[in-house]
């Protein structure tokens, strides 16, 4: 007998196409992402359990509750949408980069302000702008009185909590060099987790912030970090996006996207260097 497709069972909650369109529009309303039909049953299963915690019936009930802007709730229907897969020093070249080229030019270049400063978009639940701090302090460490700071922000409260504590389970630090867990982390008590120590911690504000609203800093960004971001966006929300990134930056600038995404067709900005690194053009 053959298997049924899961979509063919019979589901806990009526799950419409009208009711998918609906949730399409108010994802992209909301937080400017695109989804595509495949991503029907995914959305299905975390918004499942949104309407399970609230106890509400159906899912009329709960885009009522998001299409009158209830608060709380419009930041938890964020939280269940976005996609949080990260690591420490994921795409490890962007890091060596980082190290070898970058820092060094700013410490070059930056004499006469001693300030540099980075932001991580999108930064989850802080493994990346930990990985830059490591790598920050590790090449610049001399540099005692330089004014270094690092932004990190996200849209899902969740995850930015997480980021803040620091706090991390022994899994999720196996592939660290043992010498960086050692110099940069405290294990806690006696159990399997870790916490990041408070000389990287204090390098770093991380702020709640959504793409597609104003952006409250001014930059000038020495280095931004936007990995694994703009490739939920339409291409005119990405054209938006790096354009307004554009602003914060200075010619020579640098803006490092995931590996999978490119600037092709979305902004002339940026000129790329090497493996999603682009240096910012001028004027």
Known sequence: MPVKPE????????FS????????????????ISLAD??????????????RALQLEDFES?????????????????NAITTNLTAFFREHYHFDFLAQQLLPALERNNADTRRIRIWSAG?????????????ALETLGHLRDWNLRILATDID???????????????????LDAARLLRWFRRVGRSRQYRVGQELRQLISFKSLNLIDP???????????????????????????????????????HLILGHSESLLEVSARY???RQAIHRRLGP
Not at 157 to 175: F, M, P, Q, T, W
């Open 157 to 175: 409260s969740d995850v930015l909590e997480h980021a803040r504590r620091g706090i991390y389970g022994g899994e999720r630090l196996e592939k």
């Open 17 to 32: 196409e009208q009711t998918f369109q609906r949730l399409r529009r108010l994802v992209h309303v909301e937080l400017g």
């Open 215 to 253: 952006w409250p800093m001014k930059g000038p960004f020495d280095v931004i970090f936007c990995r694994n971001v703009v490739i939920y966006f339409d291409r005119r929300t990405q054209s938006d996006i790096v354009e307004r990134m554009a602003r914060l930056q200075r010619p020579g600038d």
């Open 7 to 14: 979509s063919a069972f019979a589901r806990e909650y009526e």
């Open 38 to 51: 495949s991503k029907r049953e995914l959305v299905y299963r975390r918004l499942s359990r949104r309407l």
């Open 123 to 135: 930064c989850s639940s802080g493994e990346e702008p930990y990985s830059i701090a490591m790598v």
């Open 271 to 273: 000129r790329l260097i």
């Open 62 to 78: 709960y885009l009522r509750l998001i299409e009158q802007r209830h608060p709380e709730e419009l930041q938890n229907f964020c």
